[in-house]
C-alpha cells in the first residue's frame, strides 16, 4: 500500500511536522533546554561529567568552602566558622548550602561548586518558563543565551555567593512583573520568597536593588498605585520569616555581628577603597561584555532596540494618549528589563569597591532582551553586520580558547606559527559555520550555531577535544592541568601531601593569599603566614615567591633551609626549615 500524499510531505517536513503535533514540538525544546544547559553548566564540574576540573581558584573559593567544612563539622547553622573564629562577612545561605552538598558528596571542590551551579541551573529553567509564558515565542532562546554567555558559565562554576545572590534576585524580579501583568498574588510570592533567599546570600543590597528597580520602573510608567499595591502583608511576612531568625540568632551569639556586617563589610566596602577592589567608574562596561561573551554584540543592539522602545512607549504616554481607565500603552516589558539591567551597574558603578561578580544580576535581564529580540527578528532578519560581528566575535573566543594553554606554558612569548594557525583556521571555522547555518536555515539556527563552537571549546578544555597536530593539544585533559598548574593551588597540594604528614606544618613567605587559602583548604589545616603569625619554631615546610627568596636570610637566622623543588608554574620556591634551636 502506498503512502498518502499528506503523510508523505509530513515525513520530509520536520517543521510541519512539529507545527502538527505542538506537544512533540514542546519535549524537544524542553530536551534540548535540559541537555545544553546541563551541558555548559556542569560539565567538566561533577565526576560523572567530565569533571573534575579546575581546582579552586582566587581566595574567595577556599575561603567560603572552608567555612562550610567547619560548619559542618561542628553542626553550627547560625555562625559561620573559619580556623575557629567567626567569619562575619556574608550572611549564610552558600554555606549552609555547601554544607549540604558536603554532606551528600563529601568535600571536594566541585561539591563546593554545586551550590551555584544548580541555582543557575534553576535560573536558567525559570527565565524559559516565564518568557514561555508570558513572551512565547523567545523563551528557548533566552533561556540558553543566558546558559550559554561566559558570566553564567564562569560564575556558576564558583565557590562564591555571587550566583546564591543573582539567580534568587532574578527569579523575584521576573516574579514581579508576572505579577504586575496578571495582578495575581501567586507572582507576589516569588518577588518575597526570593529576594528573602537573594538577601540570605549578600545581605540588603537584595531588597534595596529590586525597590530602586521597582520604584524606577513606577516613576517611568507613572503607575504610583502599583508600589503601594506591591506591599503584600503575607509576602512582607515570609520574607521577614526566612531572613529574621538568622539575623537575630547570629547577632545574639556574636554581639559585634552588626558593627562587622552592616558597617564594614556593607557601607565601608561601598563607600571606601577599604578592601582594595578601587577600579575606574567604567569598570564594569567592559565587563558587561565579557559577561555576555558570545552573544555581546546582539545583546548590544538588543538593549539599544528596546531602550528606543521605551522611549517611544514614553513618548506615547506623554502625549494625548494617555491612560484610560487600567489601559497600560504598549508593552512594558522592555523598559522594566531595560531598567532591571542598568540599576545594578550604576549603582556598582558609584561604589568605591568593584568586584566583577557584583554586577551578575544584570546579565539575566540582558540574555532575556537578547533572546526576546531575536524573536522578533526572524521576521525581519539581522542586519548582515550585525550577523557578521556576531559570528567574528564568536570566531575570535574560540581561538582565544585554543591558544589559551600554549599562553600559560610561554605567558612571556607569542605562541608558534604553527598554533597561530591553528587558532586562525579555528576562528575563521566558527565564523563560516555561523554565517552558512543562518543563511541556509534562517535566524531561528543562531543559537545552536553559536553553541556549536561553544560546546567543542568546552570539551576541547575539559579533555575531550579535537587534536590539533601540535604538542600542547595531543592530550586535551592537559589543557585544564595547565590552567590548574597556573590558578589554583590543588597541585601543590597535592605534591606537599607526599611529602609533609597530615599534622605537618606548612608555612607561606610573600605568596598570593589565594595560594595561602587555597593550601590551607585542600590540607583542611591552616597555612602559617610568617608576615602574620612569624616563623613556626618547629620544622616545617616553606613556600616562597622566588623573587623574595633573598629576604629568607634575615628571617631564618641560625636556620638551615634547603630548596626541596620548584613549582614554576606559579614562579614558587619549596624549602624544608628546620627546628629553632
Given at each position: 500500500?502506498?503512502?498518502?500524499?499528506?503523510?508523505?510531505?509530513?515525513?520530509?517536513?520536520?517543521?510541519?511536522?512539529?507545527?502538527?503535533?505542538?506537544?512533540?514540538?514542546?519535549?524537544?525544546?524542553?530536551?534540548?533546554?535540559?541537555?545544553?544547559?546541563?551541558?555548559?553548566?556542569?560539565?567538566?564540574?561533577?565526576?560523572?561529567?567530565?569533571?573534575?576540573?579546575?581546582?579552586?581558584?582566587?581566595?574567595?573559593?577556599?575561603?567560603?568552602?572552608?567555612?562550610?567544612?567547619?560548619?559542618?563539622?561542628?553542626?553550627?547553622?547560625?555562625?559561620?566558622?573559619?580556623?575557629?573564629?567567626?567569619?562575619?562577612?556574608?550572611?549564610?545561605?552558600?554555606?549552609?548550602?555547601?554544607?549540604?552538598?558536603?554532606?551528600?558528596?563529601?568535600?571536594?571542590?566541585?561539591?563546593?561548586?554545586?551550590?551555584?551551579?544548580?541555582?543557575?541551573?534553576?535560573?536558567?529553567?525559570?527565565?524559559?518558563?516565564?518568557?514561555?509564558?508570558?513572551?512565547?515565542?523567545?523563551?528557548?532562546?533566552?533561556?540558553?543565551?543566558?546558559?550559554?554567555?561566559?558570566?553564567?558559565?564562569?560564575?556558576?562554576?564558583?565557590?562564591?555567593?555571587?550566583?546564591?545572590?543573582?539567580?534568587?534576585?532574578?527569579?523575584?524580579?521576573?516574579?514581579?512583573?508576572?505579577?504586575?501583568?496578571?495582578?495575581?498574588?501567586?507572582?507576589?510570592?516569588?518577588?518575597?520568597?526570593?529576594?528573602?533567599?537573594?538577601?540570605?546570600?549578600?545581605?540588603?543590597?537584595?531588597?534595596?536593588?529590586?525597590?530602586?528597580?521597582?520604584?524606577?520602573?513606577?516613576a517611568l510608567r507613572r503607575e504610583w498605585a502599583i508600589l503601594r499595591r506591591t506591599i503584600w502583608w503575607p509576602g512582607v511576612a515570609l520574607y521577614l520569616a526566612m531572613v529574621l531568625p538568622w539575623f537575630i540568632a547570629v547577632q545574639h551569639r556574636n554581639?559585634?555581628?552588626?558593627?562587622?556586617?552592616?558597617?564594614?563589610?556593607?557601607?565601608?566596602?561601598?563607600?571606601?577603597?577599604?578592601?582594595?577592589?578601587?577600579?575606574?567608574?567604567?569598570?564594569?562596561?567592559?565587563?558587561?561584555?565579557?559577561?555576555?561573551?558570545?552573544?555581546?554584540?546582539?545583546?548590544?543592539?538588543?538593549?539599544?532596540?528596546?531602550?528606543?522602545?521605551?522611549?517611544?512607549?514614553?513618548?506615547?504616554?506623554?502625549?494625548?494618549?494617555?491612560?484610560?481607565?487600567?489601559?497600560?500603552?504598549?508593552?512594558?516589558?522592555?523598559?522594566?528589563?531595560?531598567?532591571?539591567?542598568?540599576?545594578?551597574?550604576?549603582?556598582?558603578?558609584?561604589?568605591?569597591?568593584?568586584?566583577?561578580?557584583?554586577?551578575?544580576?544584570?546579565?539575566?535581564?540582558?540574555?532575556?532582551?537578547?533572546?526576546?529580540?531575536?524573536?522578533?527578528?526572524?521576521?525581519?532578519?539581522?542586519?548582515?553586520?550585525?550577523?557578521?560581528?556576531?559570528?567574528?566575535?564568536?570566531?575570535?573566543?574560540?581561538?582565544?580558547?585554543?591558544?589559551?594553554?600554549?599562553?600559560?606554558?610561554?605567558?612571556?612569548?607569542?605562541?608558534?606559527?604553527?598554533?597561530?594557525?591553528?587558532?586562525?583556521?579555528?576562528?575563521?571555522?566558527?565564523?563560516?559555520?555561523?554565517?552558512?547555518?543562518?543563511?541556509?536555515?534562517?535566524?531561528?539556527?543562531?543559537?545552536?550555531?553559536?553553541?556549536?563552537?561553544?560546546?567543542?571549546?568546552?570539551?576541547?578544555?575539559f579533555g575531550i577535544g579535537p587534536f590539533f597536530g601540535i604538542h600542547a593539544f595531543a592530550n586535551t585533559k592537559r589543557n585544564i592541568a595547565?590552567?590548574?598548574?597556573?590558578?589554583?593551588?590543588?597541585?601543590?597540594?597535592?605534591?606537599?601531601?607526599?611529602?609533609?604528614?597530615?599534622?605537618?606544618?606548612?608555612?607561606?613567605?610573600?605568596?598570593?593569599?589565594?595560594?595561602?587559602?587555597?593550601?590551607?583548604?585542600?590540607?583542611?589545616?591552616?597555612?602559617?603566614?610568617?608576615?602574620?603569625?612569624?616563623?613556626?619554631?618547629?620544622?616545617?615546610?616553606?613556600?616562597?615567591?622566588?623573587?623574595?627568596?633573598?629576604?629568607?636570610?634575615?628571617?631564618?637566622?641560625?636556620?638551615?633551609?634547603?630548596?626541596?623543588?620548584?613549582?614554576?608554574?606559579?614562579?614558587?620556591?619549596?624549602?624544608?626549615?628546620?627546628?629553632?634551636?
Amino acid at each position: 500500500m502506498g503512502i498518502s500524499p499528506r503523510i508523505k510531505a509530513l515525513s520530509y517536513s520536520p517543521n510541519r511536522l512539529l507545527a502538527r503535533f505542538p506537544a512533540m514540538e514542546t519535549v524537544l525544546e524542553v530536551a534540548t533546554l535540559f541537555i545544553l544547559a546541563a551541558f555548559f553548566l556542569f560539565y567538566g564540574l561533577v565526576p560523572i561529567f567530565g569533571g573534575p576540573g579546575i581546582g579552586l581558584v582566587g581566595a574567595d573559593e577556599p575561603r567560603y568552602a572552608q567555612i562550610a567544612r567547619e560548619m559542618l563539622a561542628r553542626r553550627d547553622y547560625i555562625t559561620p566558622i573559619l580556623w575557629g573564629k567567626p567569619w562575619l562577612e556574608k550572611p549564610a545561605l552558600y554555606y549552609w548550602r555547601a554544607m549540604f552538598s558536603f554532606r551528600e558528596f563529601g568535600v571536594h571542590d566541585w561539591s563546593a561548586r554545586l551550590p551555584s551551579a544548580t541555582f543557575a541551573f534553576i535560573l536558567v529553567t525559570l527565565i524559559y518558563l516565564h518568557i514561555r509564558r508570558f513572551r512565547r515565542g523567545g523563551q528557548l532562546d533566552a533561556a540558553l543565551i543566558t546558559a550559554s554567555c561566559a558570566g553564567i558559565i564562569a560564575f556558576a562554576r564558583g565557590a562564591s555567593t555571587d550566583m546564591q545572590l543573582a539567580a534568587p534576585f532574578c527569579i523575584g524580579m521576573l516574579g514581579w512583573y508576572a505579577w504586575y501583568e496578571t495582578d495575581s498574588k501567586f507572582w507576589l510570592f516569588d518577588l518575597y520568597f526570593f529576594v528573602g533567599a537573594a538577601t540570605l546570600a549578600k545581605g540588603p543590597v537584595a531588597p534595596f536593588l529590586a525597590m530602586v528597580i521597582i520604584v524606577a520602573f513606577a516613576a517611568l510608567r507613572r503607575e504610583w498605585a502599583i508600589l503601594r499595591r506591591t506591599i503584600w502583608w503575607p509576602g512582607v511576612a515570609l520574607y521577614l520569616a526566612m531572613v529574621l531568625p538568622w539575623f537575630i540568632a547570629v547577632q545574639h551569639r556574636n554581639p559585634n555581628f552588626l558593627k562587622i556586617f552592616f558597617l564594614e563589610h556593607n557601607l565601608e566596602r561601598f563607600a571606601t577603597s577599604r578592601f582594595q577592589h578601587e577600579h575606574e567608574f567604567w569598570f564594569y562596561f567592559p565587563i558587561v561584555l565579557l559577561a555576555l561573551t558570545p552573544w555581546a554584540v546582539i545583546a548590544i543592539a538588543a538593549f539599544i532596540d528596546a531602550v528606543r522602545q521605551s522611549i517611544a512607549e514614553w513618548k506615547a504616554r506623554r502625549a494625548k494618549y494617555h491612560y484610560m481607565g487600567n489601559f497600560r500603552p504598549g508593552d512594558a516589558f522592555p523598559e522594566f528589563l531595560v531598567l532591571w539591567a542598568l540599576v545594578p551597574i550604576i549603582f556598582f558603578s558609584l561604589s568605591e569597591s568593584k568586584l566583577p561578580g557584583y554586577i551578575l544580576p544584570s546579565i539575566p535581564p540582558l540574555t532575556i532582551l537578547t533572546g526576546d529580540y531575536l524573536n522578533r527578528m526572524r521576521e525581519r532578519g539581522l542586519k548582515p553586520w550585525l550577523l557578521i560581528a556576531h559570528a567574528l566575535l564568536t570566531g575570535v573566543l574560540t581561538a582565544f580558547v585554543v591558544l589559551l594553554p600554549l599562553h600559560l606554558q610561554r605567558p612571556e612569548a607569542l605562541p608558534p606559527f604553527n598554533a597561530m594557525l591553528a587558532g586562525g583556521m579555528t576562528a575563521f571555522a566558527a565564523t563560516i559555520f555561523i554565517l552558512i547555518t543562518v543563511y541556509r536555515f534562517g535566524l531561528k539556527r543562531l543559537r545552536i550555531a553559536t553553541m556549536a563552537p561553544m560546546v567543542i571549546m568546552l570539551l576541547f578544555l575539559f579533555g575531550i577535544g579535537p587534536f590539533f597536530g601540535i604538542h600542547a593539544f595531543a592530550n586535551t585533559k592537559r589543557n585544564i592541568a595547565l590552567i590548574d598548574l597556573t590558578y589554583s593551588a590543588r597541585p601543590l597540594a597535592q605534591i606537599l601531601a607526599q611529602i609533609t604528614p597530615p599534622d605537618g606544618t606548612v608555612a607561606v613567605f610573600q605568596v598570593r593569599r589565594d595560594l595561602e587559602f587555597g593550601l590551607s583548604f585542600y590540607r583542611d589545616s591552616r597555612v602559617v603566614n610568617y608576615d602574620k603569625d612569624g616563623v613556626p619554631r618547629q620544622q616545617h615546610i616553606l613556600v616562597v615567591r622566588e623573587s623574595y627568596i633573598d629576604q629568607l636570610r634575615p628571617l631564618l637566622q641560625g636556620r638551615t633551609y634547603e630548596p626541596l623543588f620548584t613549582y614554576p608554574a606559579q614562579n614558587l620556591v619549596v624549602y624544608t626549615v628546620s627546628a629553632s634551636q
